[in-house]
């Protein structure tokens, strides 16, 4: 875990409410598909965890929902502000178990971390597909950016204004090797009811500290009491107890 000072590259909206923002600088450590970053803004006591969706040689790709005042901070800053980062944290996806053909399932603003899982799995000889889930078309991202790494690529909206009508749930194809998942927590509900395969699910959660000094996060599995920031985000199929 490094505390950096990055600069931001580039900071544009890919919709009206997503946005895009690179960082640049000297990076000790690379982030692993899965890990996430704490955003450190001006006025703001705690951070903001993001998690990563890309990352290349000295350069940080993040994607993040403008949803309250620091979010609505970052999308106003410009190239060539510094952002105190501390990264790379938790502890990401476990590609051991993927099988030939993993099936990747992201979830609105679920979906940035397993761009970066794509590649890597890639990298491995895999052969992933990716089902991509918005509400409606006005809020489609990154499906380019999939469709070019040379993958399957289904998406499906709620409202059926794009791509197939429904939640990614009712878009499942047949046959995959396993799965991974990132998205809001009724869709990890229904993913983990309909999935046939093991599989992995990254967690969105409220964090103090971000690295598992504070015990904010803790969630309740099969083996006990979990930190989602520093002994998730990822949780494998098998541990996951769903608070009734």
Same mark, same amino acid.
């Given at each position: 875990m490094n505390d950096l000072l990055l600069t931001i590259r580039k900071n544009i909206p890919l919709t009206d409410t997503v946005c895009k923002m690179t960082l640049c600088g000297m990076f000790p450590e690379a982030p692993h598909a899965g890990q996430f970053v704490n955003l450190r803004l001006s006025g703001h006591y705690l951070r903001r965890p993001i998690s990563v969706c890309d990352y290349d040689d000295g350069e940080l790709t993040i994607l993040y929902k403008v949803v309250?005042?620091?979010?609505a901070q970052m999308r106003g800053m410009k190239p060539g502000e510094k952002l105190s980062v501390l990264m790379p944290l938790g502890n990401g996806y476990d590609t051991a178990p993927a099988g030939e053909t993993p099936l990747l399932l992201g979830g609105g603003v679920?979906?940035?971390? &397993? *761009? &970066?899982?794509?590649?890597? !799995? !890639?990298? &491995?000889? +895999?052969?992933?597909?990716?089902?991509?889930? =918005?509400?409606?078309?006005?809020?489609? =991202? *990154?499906?380019?950016? =999939? /469709?070019?790494?040379?993958?399957?690529?289904?998406v499906?909206?709620?409202?059926?204004?794009?791509?197939?009508?429904?939640?990614?749930?009712?878009?499942l194809p047949e046959n995959y090797s396993y799965f991974y998942t990132c998205g809001p927590e009724p869709m990890l509900k229904a993913v983990f009811a309909s999935s046939g395969t093991g599989g992995q699910f990254s967690f969105e959660e409220r964090m103090g500290c971000g690295f598992g000094a504070c015990m904010g996060?803790?969630? /309740?599995?099969?083996?006990? *009491? +979990? /930190?989602?920031?520093?002994?998730?985000?990822? !949780? *494998? +199929?098998?541990?996951?107890?769903?608070? +009734?």
């Open positions: 309250g005042e620091g979010t679920g979906v940035p971390p &397993l *761009y &970066l899982l794509a590649k890597e !799995l !890639l990298k &491995l000889g +895999k052969h992933p597909s990716a089902v991509l889930g =918005f509400n409606t078309k006005t809020e489609v =991202f *990154y499906e380019k950016e =999939f /469709r070019a790494l040379g993958i399957g690529v289904t499906a909206t709620a409202d059926g204004s794009y791509g197939e009508k429904g939640f990614v749930t009712d878009v996060c803790s969630c /309740r599995t099969v083996t006990g *009491y +979990k /930190r989602i920031c520093k002994d998730g985000p990822v !949780l *494998y +199929k098998e541990e996951i107890l769903w608070e +009734k």
